[in-house]
């Protein structure tokens, strides 16, 4: 379940992990006091209820931790959002298009494949489109998502930690074979990279200039 | 029991055996008797209900195994969206206020009718017309409607199957909706029994208040969208469809605006129904009344300002996502609120482990379940990762059937012996109880963890590393389903055959106890004058018991 892949997977988990330790915390809280509660008031220990209308203090208490608590939780999603959405300088420009029932990508030479190819450790931004209706482009491994809709541009961006490939999932339901529109991200070292990028050009007859590491780094 | 005396009301039978203009069924379906209505809201949604799970079986099914298991992707497809729109609009947005709020609202508050009882028979016609058109549309050619239950634009322009007739439904539902909230409100404000002040309310009728005012005021907007996208399908006007320059994420804003205080709607009578039974079988008051009075209208006002948290994915501004995400935060405050409340209204009761109480207890664990799932959702980070997978679906079904549900469970147990004047054997409904509560959790804890593996919502197929999680889950669905089944069994042997039934079984102080089971024809032949809250039990306190 917790794979650490792309720079969100590792924020994401802990903050996903740190809500589930602090919700689990006190529901076994809430139910053994529950159940405390009904055997040791049950009506034969405790035939004489104390008819408690409420308590001030208590209630300003337990409107108030769990407002810290909550904003607490707040400002780490939030926090985890801005990672997300704040892409860096020299990130690969890669157009994604959507349509029933596949996925189209499209490289800054005008080089379009059906795989996601991608040098391993570079940004990348995938420009979002859709051709037809709503799609969202998800890469569980990463913990991003990012619908595609006609007639509006999304953005996301990640980079890969290491040589290996992932899942792409369209998330947003988009009618008959929407469980199918599924395509893979490949991770490639530079080098590897490169020679596929290369050789996937020449036999589209696109120019070929070199992206990745080498664009990034030229002026 | 708590009282020895069996009501005049058990022998005969109460509003049963009124002589209206009508007899048969007519004396039914054109009667403007509240309960009357109420009774018919009850067996037309339980029909649904049936169905409706009926559906969420089969698709469980089909989920058993990668690939095919039983049927094509296009049935999946329909099951999912029928399944979807009967347990919404058919099920839960009307399974407590108008079954439970029209049987009950005029009696908890002394009154001998709703303010608009002719208004109260329309909003039922209304109810079963749209319920019948979306059957209808089902069978129409071009097959039923494949969109889920949201009609996301632009796929419910494109699509070829039923939309128009399953929108229309939804549309009709709506103002079936809107008079019944237009009702309860007048009734509220207007036919309390002289001495009930605000505060004296029962804390269910606080919550139908509370839902009424949702009810009046977003279910047009809904009403209005459903138009425009029928609007669109007829004349290509181009408001949402991107291809004639339209704006689809204009229709996901106008969709939630309603359906996010729809979500409302369905759980807060179910919040009404836990501080209705807690007391009574804790034998002392409520803790916190007033608390969990606010709560109710506070979770009322917040939620229909946190629509947009369905829509994290769309591409929203900053300010968007901030307001949205703090807000959804802001809003789960009341909520807990009142499970704090709740749990301190055991504190020092005098506690009856009985069938209503045991469905509150699954309630109660299974609305934080949601409540705290909701917390994870609404963090921007996680949110992101689990939009539109099994998580949402799980959080959904944990608040809406492990809340609500389960509420309406309990519901039907406590006032069971009011409204027909029978008791129901303990045995058979305790099995109930067990299997539901287990068969409901292993149903859908499963879905969490898929959904935070990755598996998108709405999907035919899935790959082969969920398939463990699926059967699960799948296996639990089987158990509830027997739970749900004995429990309708043993309710309706307890119709043909139970005991007759005490006025008061629980020894409840709200004033529907004070008629007899089941109550006559205008409730109370003199309007009661209320002396004291809604849940004095003080007569128990330092006394010997008197009744045990």
């Not at chain 1, 349509?99 to 570079?122: A, C, H, I």
């Not at chain 2, 007899?23 to 403007?32: L, Q, Y």
């Not at chain 2, 505060?199 to 977003?218: E, G, H, K």
Request: net charge positive; proline share 6%.
């Amino acid at each position: 379940m917790f794979t650490g892949a792309s720079p969100f997977a590792d924020y994401v988990d802990t903050t996903f992990l740190l809500i589930v330790g602090i919700s689990a915390l006190v529901l076994v809280g809430l139910v053994v006091t529950m159940i405390y509660f009904i055997f040791r008031y049950s009506r034969k220990r405790n035939p004489h209820p104390s008819n408690i209308e409420g308590n001030v203090p208590l209630e300003v208490a337990w409107t108030v931790i769990p407002l810290v608590l909550f904003m607490g939780m707040f400002y780490m999603g939030w926090e985890g959002y801005r990672k997300m959405t704040d892409v860096p300088e020299g990130a690969i420009p890669i157009k994604v298009i959507a349509r029933m029932w596949s996925w189209t990508f499209e490289y800054p030479n005008g080089l379009q494949t059906d795989t996601l190819y991608v040098p391993v450790k570079e940004p990348v931004k995938l420009a979002l489109k859709s051709l037809d209706v709503n799609h969202s482009m998800y890469i569980p491994a990463f913990r991003i998502k990012k619908d595609a809709i006609p007639n509006r541009e999304n953005v996301m961006w990640f980079s890969t930690p290491e040589v290996q490939s992932y899942d792409i999932a369209c998330a947003e339901y988009c009618g008959l074979r929407h469980a199918y529109m599924y395509t893979r991200l490949v991770a490639l070292d530079a080098t590897a990279f490169d020679a596929w990028y290369q050789d996937r050009s020449a036999k589209a007859g696109k120019p070929y200039t070199p992206i990745g590491a080498k664009a990034a780094s030229s002026p | 029991m708590t009282q020895a005396t069996v009501s005049a009301g058990a022998r005969s039978r109460g509003f049963y055996g009124e002589k209206g203009k009508y007899s048969g069924i007519r004396g039914w379906i054109f009667s403007t008797d509240h309960k009357r209505i109420g009774l018919l809201y009850l067996v037309s949604m339980a029909g649904f209900f049936l169905l409706a799970v009926t559906f969420g079986v089969l698709m469980r099914l089909e989920m058993l195994s990668p690939g095919k298991t039983i049927m094509e992707p296009q049935t999946y497809n329909t099951l999912f969206t029928l399944h979807g729109i009967m347990m919404i609009f058919l099920f839960i947005i009307p399974g407590l206020p108008a079954v439970f709020g029209n049987f009950l609202l005029p009696l908890l508050i002394g009154a001998r009718d709703v303010f608009f009882p002719r208004l109260n028979l329309l909003s039922w016609w209304l109810f079963i017309t749209g319920g019948l058109l979306a059957l209808v549309s089902v069978f129409l050619p071009g097959g039923a409607a494949d969109t889920g239950w949201t009609f996301y634009v632009p796929y419910s322009i494109r699509t070829n199957t039923n939309v128009l007739p399953a929108l229309f439904a939804a549309f009709i539902l709506g103002f079936s909706s809107i008079l019944t909230g237009l009702n309860f409100i007048t009734t509220i404000h207007r036919m309390r029994a002289p001495g009930m002040g605000w505060f004296r309310m029962p804390l269910f009728v606080w919550s139908l208040y509370a839902t009424a005012w949702i009810q009046v005021l977003a279910t047009p907007i809904i009403g209005i969208t459903l138009l425009l996208v029928a609007l669109e399908r007829w004349f290509g006007v181009g408001i949402f469809d991107p291809a004639l320059g339209g704006d689809p994420v204009l229709y996901q804003h106008l969709f939630w605006i309603y359906s996010h205080p729809a979500v409302y709607i369905m759980i807060l009578p179910g919040l009404g129904v836990a501080s209705e039974i807690l007391p009574v079988f804790a034998r002392r008051t409520i803790f916190g009344y007033k608390f969990i009075a606010f709560s109710s209208v506070a979770i009322a006002g917040l939620g229909s300002l946190v629509w947009a948290h369905h829509m994290f994915t769309v591409g929203m501004s900053y300010t968007g996502m901030f307001v949205f995400s703090l807000l959804t935060f802001l809003v789960s405050i009341p909520s807990a609120i009142k499970i704090f409340n709740w749990i301190a209204t055991l504190y020092k009761g005098s506690i009856v482990l009985d069938v209503p109480l045991l469905f509150i207890l699954s309630f109660i664990v299974q609305f934080s379940i949601g409540g705290f799932t909701g917390l994870m959702l609404g963090a921007l980070a996680v949110n992101i990762h689990v939009q539109d997978t099994y998580f949402v679906v799980g959080h959904f079904h944990y608040v809406m059937f492990g809340g609500t549900g389960f509420a309406l469970f309990a519901a039907i147990h406590y006032w069971f012996p009011k409204m027909f004047g029978k008791m129901y054997r303990k045995g058979p409904a305790v099995l109930s109880w067990i299997l539901a509560t287990l068969g409901f959790n292993t149903l859908y804890m499963p879905f969490f963890f898929l959904g935070y593996m990755g598996m998108p919502r709405r999907y035919y197929d899935y790959l082969p590393e969920y398939q463990s999680f699926h059967v699960i889950a799948t296996v639990g669905s089987w158990i509830l389903v027997l739970g749900i089944i004995i429990m309708i069994v043993n309710l309706l042997y307890a119709l043909k055959k139970g005991a007759p039934a005490l006025a008061n079984p629980w020894g409840g102080k709200t004033l529907e106890w004070t008629v007899p089971s089941p109550p006559p024809t205008e409730n109370f032949a003199t309007i009661p004058v209320v002396t004291t809250g809604p849940y004095d039990f003080s007569e128990y306190e330092q006394r010997p018991a008197e009744h045990s």
